[in-house]
């Protein structure tokens, strides 16, 4: 496997690379990150684990793509800012609490910025005696989506409690803290996964619950042995990474002109801190 490095050298190059040069464009990293994730798949088709690295399974890996694109999304979201911004932060709603993968201020009562990130879709694992078939971007859609309907409702319900009527649900929901973002990440599997149709479910999201969304995808160049970006079609309408970052730094700006966020709202609540 040395001919694709090993994953976590290549993560921790990346990371270094967007701190020490203060990188705020996903453009300006997305080819180190494709081949990040080529290097990933390409443990998970051989069935190996990387050598000294953390994980109990070979399917543990899809895991980490998961937790260093929500540190990438934080480390570029932070140098855009200049503010402290939480990757993985355990934060209260109004019926329980929610893991977010990305949120400012970073604290757990009444953020003002929520964002949820997915990288979804996996290739065949075909090396054993008991094969496994590739892992579509969207698999489970549904359940995912439910998902991030509950948490960006429960999130913007917290303040609320039950004080205060909501009357009109647009209204409310496009006033109401926090701002609520979904980032989504995918290797996609055509013809099973169509990305004019996953683009279309995420302009539904925005629509009904969600205040932005955004989508990168790619899919395997066999000839070149890797993977190259999917571009989106101009009629999608759907978000680019950057174009998210830039609208969420627009806003952590203006709520923090001086640098400090406004005070968080705290309620005492019925559930406990499991």
């Known amino acids: 496997m040395s001919v694709v490095g090993h994953p976590q050298d290549r993560w921790d190059a990346l990371a270094q690379h967007v701190q020490v040069d203060a990188v705020t464009a996903f453009t300006a990293v997305e080819r180190d990150w494709l081949d990040l994730m080529w290097c990933l798949d390409a443990f998970r088709q ?33 140098n855009r800012t200049s503010q402290g911004i939480g990757a993985r932060t ?71 409690q039950r004080e205060t009527s909501i009357e009109h649900w647009d209204v409310w929901r496009a006033d109401a803290p926090p701002k609520t973002y979904f980032v989504w990440a995918a ?4 013809p099973a996964d169509d990305i004019g149709r996953m683009a279309d479910q995420l302009r539904q999201l925005t629509e009904t619950y969600l205040d932005g969304a955004a989508l990168i995808a790619w899919t395997e160049n066999t000839s070149s042995k890797r993977y190259d970006r999917v571009s989106l079609a101009t009629a999608d309408r759907v978000r680019t990474v950057d174009d998210l970052l830039h609208r969420i730094s627009t806003q952590i700006k203006t709520l923090a002109p001086e640098g400090q966020p406004p005070k968080p709202v ?7 801190d499991d």
């Open 46 to 78: 051989a069935d190996l684990k990387p050598p000294t690295m953390q994980v109990k399974t070979v399917d543990a890996l899809n895991r980490k793509k998961g937790d260093w694109f929500a540190e990438l999304i934080a480390l570029l979201l932070q």
């Open 90 to 160: 355990k934060i209260q709603g109004f019926s329980q609490y929610h893991q977010i993968d990305v949120a400012w201020p970073s604290r757990k009562h009444d953020p003002l910025i929520c964002i949820e990130t997915k990288v979804t879709g996996a290739p065949a694992v075909t090396v054993t005696q008991q094969p496994k078939p590739p892992r579509n971007a969207t698999a489970d859609w549904s359940n995912r989506r439910k998902e991030l309907k509950f948490a960006a409702t429960d999130l913007k319900l917290y303040r609320r």
């Open 187 to 190: 290797r996609i599997n055509p």
């Open 266 to 272: 705290v309620h005492d609540t019925a559930f406990t």
